[in-house]
């Protein structure tokens, strides 16, 4: 099995999720299902061989259970972002003081800048950077400049519609791509072996690979034969209720 990741941070689902920010239209989550889910995404992630540092559910943030966004765990550095949905920016408070346990060094996206980690797409030691509605210019060369510093490359992905840059990719190592939407078009991305995902399971192309296993949501069976006709493992894990707050996979944990 290849290892590269051995930690992971995930932050509990709150009462409050069910007033959570959402395009979905795909009515309010159940939070008592919420956290079983999570529970099962727990193990899912233990099972793929990593620690897991549980935080407690905080309810002053709706949507703080998708961690993702709040930071950018590189191999040489933490990065704590700083979110573009101005109710989620407080969510970062704290987390410095978490990461530092594990990386002996932060760095931080400042104001006016914006980016979420959601946008952002780790293939080796280049980091592609969705341009959506929560990640600004400044936010992405901000962000750019940091990698510099380390010895890491990252580069810009126009987009339009979709809420990030990670909703229509997953990098499953090994130059496999999963894509959907208006990514198959993008030029940058012809350099990889490309599984397109059907339109109708465009949610599964958030799916999660953490070493040599790739973590799909449940009900995309399209998908799933696609991902184990390449020869990874598989676990598949339900997300429906995250989904109703246009979370997915990825977005749940922080992994390092």
């Known amino acids: 099995?290849?290892?590269?990741?051995?930690?992971?941070?995930?932050?509990?689902?709150?009462?409050?999720?069910?007033?959570?920010?959402?395009?979905?239209?795909?009515?309010?989550?159940?939070?008592?299902?919420?956290?079983?889910?999570?529970?099962?995404?727990?193990?899912?992630?233990?099972?793929?061989?990593?620690?897991?540092?549980?935080?407690?559910?905080?309810?002053?943030?709706?949507?703080s259970t998708f961690i993702e966004d709040t930071a950018v765990c590189t191999p040489h550095c933490a990065i704590i972002t700083r979110p573009g949905a101005?109710?989620?920016?407080?969510?970062?408070?704290?987390?410095?003081?978490i990461l530092v346990k594990y990386y002996g060094i932060i760095e931080e996206i400042n104001s006016p800048s914006t980016l979420d980690g959601g946008d952002v797409m780790m293939v080796g030691d280049h980091y592609y950077i969705g341009m959506s509605e929560r990640t600004n210019d400044e936010g992405a060369d901000q962000f750019i400049s940091i990698l510099k510093k380390y010895g890491m490359t990252g580069s810009k992905v126009e987009m339009k519609e979709m809420l990030h840059l990670k909703t229509g990719l997953s990098y499953l190592e090994n130059n496999n791509l999963l894509i959907t939407g208006e990514f198959l078009k993008k030029p940058e991305f012809k350099i990889f072996n490309r599984i397109e995902i059907d339109p109708q399971e465009a949610y599964s192309a958030n799916s999660l690979w953490i070493n040599g296993t790739?973590?799909?949501?449940?009900?995309?069976?399209?998908?799933?034969?696609?991902?184990?006709?390449?020869?990874?493992?598989?676990?598949?894990?339900?997300?429906?209720?995250?989904?109703?707050?246009?979370?997915?996979?990825?977005?749940?944990?922080?992994?390092?």
Do not use: W
Not at 13 to 40: F, W
Not at 88 to 97: H, Y
């Open 1 to 63: 099995m290849t290892k590269r990741f051995s930690r992971a941070v995930v932050k509990r689902p709150c009462a409050e999720m069910v007033n959570g920010i959402t395009k979905a239209g795909l009515g309010k989550p159940d939070h008592e299902l919420a956290l079983k889910q999570h529970d099962s995404y727990i193990a899912a992630l233990e099972k793929c061989g990593l620690e897991v540092e549980v935080i407690k559910a905080d309810n002053r943030f709706p949507d």
């Open 214 to 256: 790739v973590i799909v949501p449940e009900g995309y069976s399209g998908t799933l034969e696609k991902i184990r006709s390449l020869g990874y493992e598989t676990i598949i894990t339900d997300t429906s209720e995250f989904r109703k707050l246009d979370g997915g996979l990825s977005c749940l944990s922080l992994r390092f």
């Open 86 to 97: 101005a109710s989620r920016q407080k969510e970062t408070a704290g987390l410095k003081d």
